[in-house]
């Protein structure tokens, strides 16, 4: 049987609704727990459409974000983890590093430190994350996105790069766009070749 993540809170008002708040930020921990593609559609059908999914150093999260709010949430000890056993040994409070008047779990404050130079990327065209590409090796060979002018000052993802980018450029440079889709197509199949050596 599914579980019904977030029921209800699709008009959640943090300031007013105590009660509904409570609800919601349990189906966030719980999230915490499942996988990335799972979760990211969660989130999605509630409006919150920038997700990004954390893992480093045996810390597991997902931040996800919509025009208003930023919800972060990190899983708590799995029993299999031995970085999460570490962390639980350290039981006492200090001071929260990241700003606000609370204490955190010692070993909570570990993780969130595990976390703090990840550095996430969006595309200045659609909003999503800018992903790094890697090579059959799994070593990341293209970081930061990509030059999105002419379109957008920024950088951008590479589907707004391909779609819509590159296009723009094409027809920009004097290509009809009869010339330009002969283009793209011929990209498109440049890249199905490679991805089928691979």
């Known amino acids: 049987m ?6 209800d809170c699709y008009k959640i008002d943090f300031e007013k609704n105590q009660l509904q708040n409570n609800y919601f930020f349990a189906d ?33 999260g997902h931040v996800a974000a919509n025009n208003k709010n930023i919800i972060i949430s990190f899983r708590g000890t799995e029993p299999t983890q031995i970085n999460d056993l570490y962390a639980d040994v350290k039981f006492g409070k200090r001071k929260a590093k990241l700003g606000g008047e609370g204490w955190v779990h010692s070993g909570f404050q570990g993780e969130v430190d595990n976390m703090n130079d990840v550095e996430l990327k969006i595309c200045c065209i659609c909003s999503n994350p800018i992903e790094a590409e890697f090579t059959e090796n799994g070593d990341a060979y ?28 094409l027809i920009n440079a004097g290509l009809s766009i009869e010339e330009s889709i002969s283009v793209m197509i011929g990209r498109l199949a440049q890249k199905e070749m490679m991805n089928e050596d691979e």
Do not use: M
């Not at 599914?2 to 029921?7: D, P, T, V």
């Not at 559609?41 to 150093?57: D, M, P, R, S, V």
């Not at 957008?152 to 450029?169: F, H, L, Q, Y």
């Open 142 to 169: 293209w970081l930061d996105g990509h030059n999105a002018l002419p379109v957008a000052e920024g950088r951008c993802c590479s589907k707004c790069n391909d779609n819509i980018v590159i296009p723009t450029r």
């Open 28 to 60: 966030a921990s719980a999230l915490a727990y499942r996988g990335e593609i799972f979760a990211k559609e969660q989130y999605a059908n509630i409006g919150y459409k920038t997700h990004f999914y954390l893992n480093k150093n045996g810390a597991q």
């Open 2 to 7: 599914s579980r019904n993540y977030f029921e």
